[in-house]
């Protein structure tokens, strides 16, 4: 059985850092090309960021130079390091693990950027 496992959400103040982490089992994670995403409400699922599987990582502009993307294979880990956050970023986080035409999605957590 595959599960994805999200947490690190949480209520923090505009200017301030959230480390997300993502748990994965069931799956052959080195395999796999991990991503975050997010989902803020009465808009579409957005990328926030990727890392493929030899460490490759992409960006959604908005959060270039502020999220950091990283992954552990040997703990099936993958991790977002959210700086200098923004009340636009508060949203749903969502981890994604694809293999070609496999992916599967974690339950999500939430982010709340807010005074």
């Known amino acids: 059985q595959v599960q994805l496992v999200e947490a690190g959400g949480g209520l923090v103040q505009p200017g301030g850092s959230l480390r997300l982490s993502c748990a994965a089992s069931?799956?052959?994670?080195?395999?796999?090309?991990m991503g975050w995403y997010r989902q803020a409400p009465g808009k579409e699922r957005e990328l926030v960021a990727a890392?493929?599987?030899?460490?490759?990582?992409n960006y959604a502009d908005s959060v270039k130079g502020r999220f950091t993307i990283s992954r552990d294979n040997a703990k099936k880990m993958v991790y977002l390091q959210m700086n200098s956050l923004k009340p636009e970023d508060t949203a749903v986080y969502y981890c994604?693990?694809?293999?070609?035409?496999?992916?599967?999605w974690g339950q999500g957590t939430q982010v709340t950027v807010s005074s």
């Open positions: 069931g799956i052959m994670f080195s395999a796999y090309a």
């Open positions: 994604k693990a694809r293999w070609g035409g496999d992916v599967y």
């Open positions: 890392i493929i599987t030899g460490g490759s990582t």
